[in-house]
């Protein structure tokens, strides 16, 4: 399935992709995970991808936390105002970080601000552990928010741009999945601690959150930079060795390596032909920029405003609603929906983004959404309403998990691209904080009938995907620049040629012509 098949010239699975591209790909008939190269490549990619962990741990503890006795009563048992302030805190102080850690990775490499994160996050996670009262665990929510965005911001960047090119949607899709790597553990962890008749039984969940970070640290050393960002600071021949390695099998003659090469120097010269400043106004600077602003605000923004966020951050609310009030049985559900989720959002999503598209994946996810949220109206549904969760889910998870930070990281050209994620980062933190706030009022006001605003939410999406997103499967990282800007006039661009020469590259980039090295 998708990433297991072969990726190189030579397979059926390769024909969604550009005919320039094919031309230039190694014909190897072999699937990835048999050539050396690539496999080390997508091993390595496993650092920046277990960031999503990080986020994905704090989701589920916080579920399991609040659904056990020994954290509801050293804090006074939190409802309410108190109990959203608790859980928002944790995306405000993520909106804090994002900006310092988008220009560190903007001009010192997308590697640096994930170095920051290393040191910072272990302290928040000790802070606490080490809580005593209500205020210090709020501070230390936001040490955790502020350093979790020195791994947030520049890991989905640099896997969309280190990834192999017939493998960089599926790959970057994967990101966003490792959400539930962590929230599987932290489920789970908080299932196996909630006997412990004492404070440790939150405490040791809290501790864990600098685990997964400790783990990408110690293979750290081997992550290679951006070999885009190094082209754009002067330092081609260090990409180029990059890209030989990890995309050319050592071969510093390799044609893909040539492509790729005069690819991004071609678009790196017309982002700077067509943007002369440096800020977060270039998002908003043009037609095409406002529509892909449009489209990264509105997909992060309601991907946490279609139902998603009642479910998740306050599940132990759903089951109290339906009666299943016991902590073993909710903690065990807590479980057993993260694996379900893993499990889906790769093989039913990720997997698929080149193979069924994305706006494809974005409308039949939306459009079975609101259907079965429109079948909480019958409050006579009881415990159904938990397998309403898990079918909820697994149709979120085909969408909503993988893509929009994948989709933002590609539509958007490389010179806007840090700027562009951390907006759409601000955008899933306003719905997670907006929703924080609202959904435990409305929820203990008016149970399961909040669950009618949703229908008109996922209905409001289902038009607004269908007139605003367009599909980009089939396209290099970028060639998508032509779905939103329209056809382009050649370059000449000055290449080296990897033995240390340079030569004159034309790119064709039209409408009805392909792009020739």
Known sequence: MGLFKKALKGSSSTS???????????????????????????????????????????????????????????FGKPEGALLGFMNAVYPLSKVIGLFPATWLGDNYGRRRPMFVGFLLLPIGAALQAAAQNTPMFIASRFVLGFSTSFLAQPSPILVTELAYPTQRAKITSLYNTFFYLGAVLAAWSTFGTFRIQSTWAWRIPSLLQAVMPSIQFAFFYWLPESPRWLIAHGQEEKARQIFTKYHGNGDHNSPLVDFEVAEIN??????????????????????????????????????????CSVVSYYLTLVLNTIGIRDVAHQTLINGMLQIFNWIVAVCGGALLVDRVGRRRLFLIATTVLNAEFAKTHNQALGNSVLIFIFVYYFFYDIAWTPLPLAYTAEIFPYSLRGRAITVNYIGTYAGLISGQFINPIAMKAITWHYYIVFCGILAFLVVAIYFLVPETKGHTLEEINEIFEGPQVPLNVAVTDGKGGTQATEMEVSSDASRKV
Do not use: C, K
Request: charged fraction near 15%; hydrophobic fraction near 45%.
């Open 16 to 74: 969604q992709y550009p005919a320039e591209l094919l031309a230039v790909l190694p014909d190897d008939p072999r699937p990835w995970y048999r050539i050396p190269h690539i496999r080390r490549l997508n091993l390595i990619l496993l650092v920046p991808l277990i960031s999503a962990a990080a986020l994905g741990f704090d989701g589920a503890m916080m579920n399991g936390l609040q659904s056990l006795p020994q954290w509801r009563s050293t």
């Open 266 to 307: 071609e678009s790196l010269q017309r982002n700077t032909l067509d943007n002369h400043s440096n800020s977060y106004v270039d998002l908003m600077r043009t037609a095409p920029n406002r529509r892909r602003m449009l489209i990264a605000v509105g997909i992060a923004f309601f991907a946490q405003w279609s139902g």
